[in-house]
């Protein structure tokens, strides 16, 4: 019934039965056999469900419905008229605190809603909370910050408008209280130090420590993605992810080569906090998302950098787009044998999608059980980055935010793709890495007939041979000289770029 009404049509009774017996003998059979439960036992709910030959609907006004309408409005016009009034009926997550045995389908489904209902409040509540605290109108903002920092504990833009908040109405008391909470949770379970101009507020001096990157939510085509910027100089980096990874994958990557340069991470869709629709996966999908966001954000000749799947996606918008030039994390580009064989040494992680555990402590520990162990500031990285990758679910329990079947679509077109083609097109300077350490299975995720490949395909590319590292240590514990080529491989495309 939760389906039903929050779907807000009629569904297809193949659908419903689809996801909701997908293993019964008969899945159609068993959907009416609880239809007609359902109307003896709920008798009043079921005056409400049009049952015809071929779909169902449960025609019922929801909150969820209301709030799924209004929210896009508030984020794109915030002094919209009822605009608190709309933020008022996101109570809670998604019905919170339900524990239910179901399908991984119906599950599946479950967790998409209710992160997309998250998604639209956090937009339309930061929306809101700028525009009212501009104008004075802090009250307005209180309870829905409250209720933001309370869904989204690690959304830090809401903890810090919270203060403002409660510091423009003079309640020193609720913003100290405020900025306590926000305070611990940035430094216990994330890693970093509060921004200076709060840290000065209540602390009397702000820490030097690295502080949190600035995180926004852009709406490019017909989805938001979901952006991480490590603030630094021009040209900016564009750092695209592998397959199951996220923006906060590169955390380790990004804080050192931002020291130098602006570093941009972007969730793909189906990914991390960005939007996860039915169906749009594929490789052409990808590049027309990040062209989009490089014009969203205004992001001037960029360098691309893809890790792993992220790194054919790189190539493909490189070949597109003017950028300064492209640097390729063991890239999945080669002939089909090679992407094919990626796909499949790197299956294991995608098999793990959707299935849940217990706690982020528990995440850790089993994580940690299958990789080396890293230097300590690539450890606390990583931790910081376990907290972003797992979304809460309504039952108590957590899931890694990726989708199975967004990974497994991205695969099979970039499988499908002429990789070394489109790498040849790529008129500026490209930079190769390749890690020397085995990954999975004993076996490193690249060979040197792969690095020779690309480098046929792109013979003026430079390589970069990562010699204490695996796959994964790349982008989560980077060593230093690969760092430093990176470094001077934009430098000296910037210059080359801008004619110098």
Same mark, same amino acid.
């Given at each position: 019934?939760?389906?039903?009404?929050?779907?807000?049509?009629?569904?297809?009774?193949?659908?419903?039965?689809?996801?909701?017996?997908?293993?019964?003998?008969?899945?159609?059979?068993?959907?009416?056999?609880?239809?007609?439960?359902?109307?003896?036992?709920?008798?009043?709910?079921?005056?409400?469900?049009?049952?015809?030959?071929?779909?169902?609907?449960?025609?019922?006004?929801?909150?969820?419905?209301?709030?799924?309408?209004?929210?896009?409005?508030?984020?794109?016009?915030?002094?919209?008229?009822?605009?608190?009034?709309?933020?008022?009926?996101?109570?809670?997550?998604?019905?919170?605190?339900?524990?239910?045995?179901?399908?991984?389908?119906?599950?599946?489904?479950?967790?998409?809603?209710?992160?997309?209902?998250?998604?639209?409040?956090?937009?339309?509540?930061?929306?809101?909370?700028?525009?009212?605290?501009?104008?004075?109108?802090?009250?307005?903002?209180?309870?829905?910050?409250?209720?933001?920092?309370?869904?989204?504990?690690?959304?830090?833009?809401?903890?810090?408008?919270?203060?403002?908040?409660?510091?423009?109405?003079?309640?020193?008391?609720?913003?100290?209280?405020?900025?306590?909470?926000?305070?611990?949770?940035?430094?216990?379970?994330?890693?970093?130090?509060?921004?200076?101009?709060?840290?000065?507020?209540?602390?009397?001096?702000?820490?030097?420590?690295?502080?949190?990157?600035?995180?926004?939510?852009?709406?490019?085509?017909?989805?938001?993605?979901?952006?991480?910027?490590?603030?630094?100089?021009?040209?900016?980096?564009?750092?695209?992810?592998?397959?199951?990874?996220?923006?906060?994958?590169?955390?380790?990557?990004?804080?050192?080569?931002?020291?130098?340069?602006?570093?941009?991470?972007?969730?793909?869709?189906?990914?991390?906090?960005?939007?996860?629709?039915?169906?749009?996966?594929?490789?052409?999908?990808?590049?027309?998302?990040?062209?989009?966001?490089?014009?969203?954000?205004?992001?001037?000749?960029?360098?691309?950098?893809?890790?792993?799947?992220?790194?054919?996606? *790189?190539?493909?918008? $490189?070949?597109? /787009?003017?950028?300064?030039?492209?640097? =390729?994390?063991? %890239?999945?580009?080669? &002939?089909? +044998?090679?992407?094919?064989?990626?796909?499949?040494?790197?299956?294991?992680?995608?098999?793990?999608?959707?299935?849940?555990?217990?706690?982020?402590?528990?995440?850790?520990?089993?994580?940690?059980?299958?990789?080396?162990?890293?230097?300590?500031?690539?450890?606390?990285?990583?931790?910081?980055?376990?907290?972003?990758?797992?979304?809460?679910?309504?039952?108590?329990?957590?899931?890694?935010?990726?989708?199975?079947?967004?990974?497994?679509?991205?695969?099979?077109?970039?499988?499908?793709?002429?990789?070394?083609?489109?790498?040849?097109?790529?008129?500026?300077?490209?930079?190769?890495?390749?890690?020397?350490?085995?990954?999975?299975?004993?076996?490193?995720?690249?060979?040197? *007939?792969?690095?020779? $490949?690309?480098? /046929?395909?792109?013979?003026?590319?430079? =390589?970069?041979? %990562?010699?204490?590292? &695996?796959? +994964?240590?790349?982008?989560?514990?980077?060593?230093?000289?690969?760092?430093?080529?990176?470094?001077?491989?934009?430098?000296?495309?910037?210059?080359?770029?801008?004619?110098?």
């Amino acid at each position: 019934m939760t389906y039903l009404a929050i779907t807000g049509r009629e569904v297809p009774r193949r659908e419903v039965a689809r996801l909701l017996f997908p293993e019964a003998e008969g899945p159609l059979a068993a959907l009416r056999w609880h239809v007609a439960h359902m109307r003896s036992a709920a008798p009043t709910l079921a005056q409400h469900l049009r049952a015809t030959r071929g779909g169902l609907w449960l025609r019922i006004p929801t909150d969820v419905a209301r709030f799924s309408a209004s929210a896009p409005v508030v984020s794109r016009r915030p002094g919209t008229p009822g605009a608190a009034r709309a933020l008022a009926l996101y109570r809670d997550d998604l019905v919170s605190g339900l524990a239910l045995s179901s399908t991984a389908e119906f599950d599946n489904w479950l967790y998409v809603t209710q992160e997309a209902l998250r998604r639209r409040f956090r937009q339309a509540t930061l929306a809101f909370a700028g525009w009212a605290l501009q104008r004075g109108r802090a009250r307005a903002t209180v309870e829905p910050l409250a209720r933001l920092v309370t869904v989204d504990p690690y959304c830090e833009d809401a903890h810090v408008r919270l203060v403002e908040a409660y510091d423009a109405l003079g309640e020193r008391e609720h913003a100290r209280a405020a900025y306590d909470r926000y305070q611990r949770i940035v430094r216990r379970e994330l890693a970093a130090e509060p921004r200076p101009a709060l840290a000065a507020r209540f602390e009397g001096a702000p820490s030097r420590r690295a502080t949190l990157p600035d995180e926004s939510l852009v709406p490019v085509t017909d989805v938001t993605l979901h952006v991480v910027d490590w603030p630094g100089d021009e040209p900016a980096i564009l750092a695209i992810h592998g397959s199951a990874q996220m923006a906060h994958s590169f955390g380790a990557l990004a804080e050192r080569l931002a020291r130098a340069h602006r570093f941009v991470g972007l969730d793909l869709r189906g990914h991390g906090f960005s939007d996860k629709p039915p169906s749009g996966y594929d490789l052409e999908r990808h590049v027309d998302d990040v062209c989009g966001l490089i014009d969203a954000m205004r992001l001037r000749n960029p360098v691309m950098l893809g890790h792993s799947a992220g790194g054919a996606i *790189a190539a493909f918008v $490189a070949a597109r /787009r003017n950028v300064t030039g492209l640097v =390729l994390l063991e %890239a999945m580009i080669g &002939d089909r +044998a090679f992407t094919e064989n990626a796909a499949a040494q790197a299956a294991p992680l995608a098999s793990r999608l959707g299935l849940t555990v217990a706690g982020f402590d528990a995440y850790l520990a089993e994580w940690r059980m299958r990789r080396p162990r890293y230097t300590d500031e690539a450890e606390r990285l990583a931790e910081r980055w376990v907290r972003f990758a797992l979304a809460p679910l309504p039952d108590g329990t957590y899931r890694e935010r990726a989708l199975r079947t967004a990974v497994e679509a991205e695969w099979a077109s970039i499988i499908a793709a002429d990789s070394l083609g489109t790498l040849a097109k790529v008129s500026g300077p490209i930079l190769i890495v390749q890690a020397l350490k085995p990954w999975i299975d004993g076996r490193p995720y690249f060979t040197r *007939a792969i690095v020779d $490949a690309q480098l /046929r395909a792109a013979p003026s590319a430079e =390589l970069f041979v %990562a010699e204490a590292s &695996d796959h +994964a240590m790349l982008i989560r514990d980077p060593e230093p000289a690969m760092v430093a080529a990176i470094t001077r491989f934009v430098r000296r495309s910037w210059r080359i770029l801008r004619g110098r």
